[in-house]
C-alpha cells in the first residue's frame, strides 16, 4: 500500500496560480501506479481534474480545467504535481491526489472508481 500526502493549497486571488504537490510514501513502487487529481467543492460529489500515466508521457483533463491546469510527475522523487493556473471561484475545493494500480504505462483513468489509494486532501480557496 502507498500513502500519499498533498501540499501547496492555500488562498488566492481569482487569476492566480498554485502549484500542488503529492508524495508518496514507496518510492520504489510509485513509477507502476497511473496518478490522479480529484476536487471535491461543498455539496457536490468528487469530480475527476487531472491525470498522468505510469511513464508520464500521456495525460488527461477535465473540460473545465483543461488549458489552466497542467498535471506532470517525478518518479525519481516519488512525486505528481498539478500545476494550476488562471484560477476561479469555481475552483475553490479541497483537491485529493490518487493512485491506481493494474493499468499499463501508456494509460490514465478519469474515474474515481478505478484508484486505489487516496491522499487527504489540500484546501484551494480562490477570492473574487
Known amino acids: 500500500q502507498v500513502q500519499l500526502v498533498e501540499s501547496g493549497g492555500g488562498l488566492v486571488q481569482a487569476g492566480g496560480s498554485l502549484r500542488l504537490s503529492c508524495a508518496a510514501s514507496l518510492p520504489s513502487s510509485f513509477r507502476f501506479y497511473a496518478m490522479g487529481w480529484f476536487r471535491q467543492a461543498p455539496g457536490k460529489e468528487r469530480e475527476f481534474v487531472a491525470a498522468?500515466?505510469?511513464?508520464?508521457?500521456?495525460?488527461g483533463y477535465a473540460d473545465s480545467v483543461r488549458g489552466r491546469f497542467a498535471v506532470s510527475r517525478d518518479n525519481g522523487k516519488a512525486s505528481v504535481y498539478l500545476q494550476i493556473n488562471s484560477l476561479k471561484p469555481e475552483d475553490t475545493a479541497v483537491y485529493y491526489c490518487a493512485a491506481a494500480w493494474g493499468y499499463s504505462d501508456r494509460q490514465y483513468r478519469t474515474n474515481r472508481d478505478e484508484y486505489n489509494y487516496w491522499g487527504q486532501g489540500t484546501q484551494v480557496t480562490v477570492s473574487s
Open positions: 498522468v500515466s505510469r511513464s508520464g508521457t500521456s495525460t
